[in-house]
């Protein structure tokens, strides 16, 4: 079945600093990737949607300037939170589909502490 | 805008025993409903998924029903196992175009514990 590879599955870094988070879609193209953020014991918010060859599409609430999204190839797309800030600790998760009306598929997630 | 609710947030059973996890949503113009699972810390696997045409569908010993016009899914978990044990999530694709296209909306999770 198609398959997200979402890299790294945890990081911890310091307040101020920048994360880059990766999923790729190994065996099939992703013309879009959605973007969520779960906290604990809570669950998935969508964050944002990103599409290939533009400009990624936030939800209200989300600080487009803080979670840059790059969606530069059919098979990758990348979140990276700048100037991370302890509230910015969560789990980050991607997701795609193959095709119109199948399910959606999801990465593995990844937990980012900010210390 | 779309809601989704599942009840209950918490089902604790012993093992062997059939379960029922309930998800309704408050717009019924969906594309598709799928239900995940999700293990403590990781991502969501793909459990069913049901198009709006659809009334079930069945893998294993799971069963997803779907009413449409009440707005309500069910997953049947039969002769529930340790195994089982996991969040299990709802989640709805509206079928509307624009910036809702694509979006899953999700329902809060029920947890399940399976003890021996």
């Not at chain 1, 964050?47 to 599409?57: D, L, R, V």
């Not at chain 1, 980050?92 to 119109?100: K, L, N, P």
């Not at chain 2, 998800?23 to 793909?46: E, H, M, V």
Request: charged letters at 15%; a positive charge.
């Amino acid at each position: 079945g198609a398959v997200v590879s979402q890299h790294p599955s945890r990081v911890i870094c310091k307040s101020g600093t920048s994360v880059k988070i990766e999923c790729r879609s190994l065996d099939f193209q992703a013309t879009t990737m959605f973007w969520y953020r779960q906290f604990p014991k809570q669950s998935l918010m969508l964050m944002a949607t990103s599409n290939e060859g533009s400009k990624a599409t936030y939800e209200q609430g989300v600080e487009k300037d803080k979670f840059l999204i790059n969606h530069a190839s059919l098979t990758l797309s990348t979140l990276t939170v700048t100037s991370a800030h302890p509230e910015d600790s969560s789990f980050y998760i991607c997701s795609a589909r193959v095709r119109r009306g199948d399910g959606y598929t999801f990465g593995s997630g990844t937990r980012l502490t900010v210390v | 805008k779309q809601e989704v609710t599942q009840i209950p947030a918490a089902l604790s059973v012993p093992e062997g025993e059939n379960l029922v996890l309930n998800c309704s949503f408050t717009d019924s113009a969906i594309y598709n409903l799928q239900w995940f699972r999700q293990d403590p810390g990781k991502g969501l696997t793909s459990l069913l998924l049901i198009q709006s045409s659809q009334r079930e569908q069945t893998s294993g010993r799971l069963n997803a029903s779907l009413d449409k016009s009440s707005g309500r899914s069910t997953l049947y978990i039969a002769a529930s196992q340790p195994g089982d044990s996991a969040t299990y999530l709802c989640a709805v694709r509206l079928y509307a175009g624009g910036t809702s296209y694509g979006k899953l909306t999700f329902g809060q999770g029920t947890i399940l514990t399976v003890h021996p």
